[in-house]
């Protein structure tokens, strides 16, 4: 699974074979410019659903439910999990929390909408987390994650991304669980991983997370084409009639000359 949040990440997303898109809260801060994902909107997250899926023929779309959008009651959650499908046209949402969050995973399920589960070090609670942090390293955080998993499996969860979770742990989930776990930051024995698309490209310019491997410096590539681009411009070497389009001659004389007709009767 990889992020897509416009119709280029989604295009070269599918077209590269990758079989699910998450259009993900991460957009707050790779395309937003926010420092957390918690001003995401569910407005927002629709938006770009809306164009993932109008791009995509083959990939499984799921949707983030952003910061507050399904806390407050199990009727917001379902009208708001009802939008991401119905609005933005995604196959599925994906929704952080564990065992207090089970519930309403539930009952998303039983109105028949597929739910992708998040544990681990999930971003929206990253305040109350302190940071960053691996999750699981110790006695009581490892139990606790997996009853989450256990919990968020019996609730109807079809996947379970696993954030931040020390790769053992993770492992031990992954073979527990009947469902796939989806590692992100989490070592390599879950089910699948999922990464953010600006991390594998290099593309986010202030920031590159241990968890991810650059790919591709396409930050820095994109900044030198377009330097050059300034440049070429300045100098008068970009454009050149190579990119230019031509007119008939005789239509240009005959503008010509009533510019010169124009010039003559002045
Ligand atoms: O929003 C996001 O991109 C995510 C992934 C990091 C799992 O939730």
């Given amino acids: 699974m990889l992020t897509a949040y416009d119709a280029t990440s989604a295009y070269l997303g599918e077209a ?45 779309i799921v949707a983030d439910m952003p910061f507050m959008t399904y806390n407050a009651s199990l009727e917001q959650a379902m009208t708001n999990a009802g939008r991401l499908m119905q609005e933005g046209g995604a196959n599925a949402v994906k929704l952080e929390g564990g065992e207090w969050i089970a519930p309403t995973i539930r009952q998303i399920v039983q109105a028949g909408i597929p739910v992708m589960a998040h544990i681990g070090l999930t971003p929206q609670s990253v305040y109350q987390f302190g940071g960053f942090r691996v999750q699981g390293r110790e006695v009581e955080s490892a139990r606790h994650l997996l009853r989450d998993a256990a919990a968020v499996q019996d609730a109807g969860a079809f996947a379970v991304v696993l954030e931040l979770v020390a790769a053992p742990l993770a492992q031990m989930i992954t073979e527990r669980l009947d469902i796939p776990t989806i590692g992100i930051g989490s070592g390599p024995h879950c089910a699948g991983q999922v990464q953010v698309f600006h991390d594998l490209l290099g593309l986010f310019p202030t920031f590159g997370p241990r968890h991810a491997r650059q790919y591709t410096d396409a930050g820095a590539a994109v900044q030198a084409a377009l330097t050059q681009y300034v440049e070429d411009v300045k100098t008068g070497r970009f454009p050149t009639m190579e990119q230019a389009f031509g007119m008939n001659e005789d239509i240009l004389a005959a503008v010509r000359a009533d510019g010169a007709e124009d010039h003559a009767d002045r």
């Fill in 16 to 60: 590269s074979g990758v079989p699910m898109l998450l259009v993900g809260d991460s957009l707050g801060m790779v395309i937003q410019g926010h420092d957390s994902t918690l001003p995401v909107k569910l407005e927002h997250i629709i938006y770009h659903t809306q164009i993932v899926t109008r791009v995509t023929k083959h990939a499984m």
